[in-house]
Nanobody, 125 residues
Framework: QVQLVESGGGLVQPGGSLRLSCAASGLTVSGYSMGWFRQAPGKGREFVAAIRWSGGNTWYADSVKGRFSISRDRANSGVVLQMNSLKAEDTAVYFC??????????????????WGQGTQVAVSS
């Protein structure tokens, strides 16, 4: 059974940083891409970032480029999302995902077959 378990969410002031982690079990991560989507209150889910385990290719939403960084966590067969210079509009539930998207579909929800339960990130003063 595949499980994706997120951790690291919380409350932070604007301009601050948070580090989200996702640990995977039940799948061989080297054959997958892993990443993050988020859902703000009253809005649909949106792509944040993804990384291809084999090769390390990364993709980012324009809204987080230069502020967020995704990397592989080999110790936990997962991924880490380092979020810097956080803004109020980054407030959302962040979901870890795993799948086998082609490059043109990395930002598409349907490309990911496995989803975590989500972790809340709140950016507020």
């Amino acid at each position: 059974q595949v499980q994706l378990v997120e951790s690291g969410g919380g409350l932070v002031q604007p301009g601050g940083s948070l580090r989200l982690s996702c640990a995977a079990s039940g799948l061989t991560v080297s054959g997958y891409s892993m990443g993050w989507f988020r859902q703000a209150p009253g809005k649909g889910r949106e792509f944040v970032a993804a990384i291809r385990w084999s090769g390390g290719n990364t993709w980012y939403a324009d809204s987080v480029k230069g502020r967020f960084s995704i990397s592989r966590d080999r110790a936990n067969s997962g991924v880490v999302l380092q979020m810097n210079s956080l803004k109020a509009e980054d407030t959302a539930v962040y979901f870890c995902v795993a799948g086998r998207p082609i490059a043109s579909s990395v930002a598409t929800e349907a490309a990911y077959g496995y989803w975590g339960q989500g972790t809340q990130v709140a950016v507020s003063s």
